[in-house]
């Protein structure tokens, strides 16, 4: 084993699920490592009738593919043009189906990454997938800024973090891949490698039906890393499964 790939160690796991209430899965997973840096990747379309089903495999299908190709360890300024001009790319080609085609009028999708490289990890998000680090004695953080109308209404104090939850306008985003011609106020963080133990990617259908306090539980047990993803899984069907769900891990 050489030095990359030392590098990267770690489990992955990635999967989705329609729901119980949902007549198409909308939401996408993805996880990838190589000698070159971990892509973890989740996408939540929107536009019903399966068109957000092919906006959220675009944005996975466009970044997976460069990901594979990549023959570059990846540092922070590597990792921001890879996700900023692999977005951009994503969003021109749903844009381009969405204003084609009445099939697709008003496609879009969230997206939210993490690009772990030699020098940190990059975060990169637009809407309001979410993407959270665990570390043991800190907990559980979200990193990423949801950019949606309940995000804004509990800045500026008009709503608690309870409220966002059951909002009538919790679905309604400010931005969205494939929302306008060209993609601009993405939310972009970078963070140390070492600030965390495990990473957690997930859409609005885990994180509205499954408190934090219950995600940070099941991550701090001992069990392997597919038996946590599929048990949050779970409990958002338990808790009603009110929408599709895709959840992403990574654990060193």
Request: glycine share 8%; proline share 1%.
């Amino acid at each position: 084993m050489n030095d990359k790939e030392n590098m990267f160690q770690g489990q992955m796991y990635s999967a989705s699920d329609i729901g119980l209430k949902r007549k198409n899965n909308e939401d996408a997973a993805y996880s990838a490592k190589s000698q070159y840096g971990v892509l973890l990747l989740v996408a939540d379309g929107m536009g019903g009738h399966r068109k957000g089903e092919v906006a959220s495999k675009l944005v996975v299908d466009t970044l997976s593919y460069s990901f594979a190709k990549a023959r570059h360890t990846f540092n922070r300024f590597r990792s921001h043009l890879f996700l900023v001009n692999n977005s951009k790319d994503a969003n021109k080609q749903i844009y381009k189906m969405a204003i084609s085609s009445d099939e697709y009028r008003e496609m879009g999708t969230t997206e939210s990454a993490a690009l772990i490289g030699q020098d940190g990890t990059t975060i990169f998000s637009v809407g309001d997938s979410r993407v959270y680090s665990f570390k043991k004695g800190v907990g559980l953080t979200q990193i990423s800024k949801d950019q949606s109308y309940v995000e804004l209404l509990f800045e500026t104090g008009r709503i608690d973090k309870d409220e966002m939850k059951t909002h009538p306008q919790r679905n309604i985003l400010t931005n969205a891949v494939g929302l306008n011609a060209t993609l601009s106020n993405y939310e972009e963080f970078f963070i140390p490698n070492d600030s965390y133990d495990k990473l957690l990617l997930c859409t609005d259908g885990l994180f509205n039906m499954v408190s934090d306090e219950e995600i940070k539980m099941v991550l701090e047990k001992e069990e392997t890393i597919e038996e946590k993803a599929k048990e949050l899984i779970q409990l958002a069907l338990e808790h009603g499964g009110n929408d599709n769900v895709a959840v992403v891990l990574w654990e060193k």
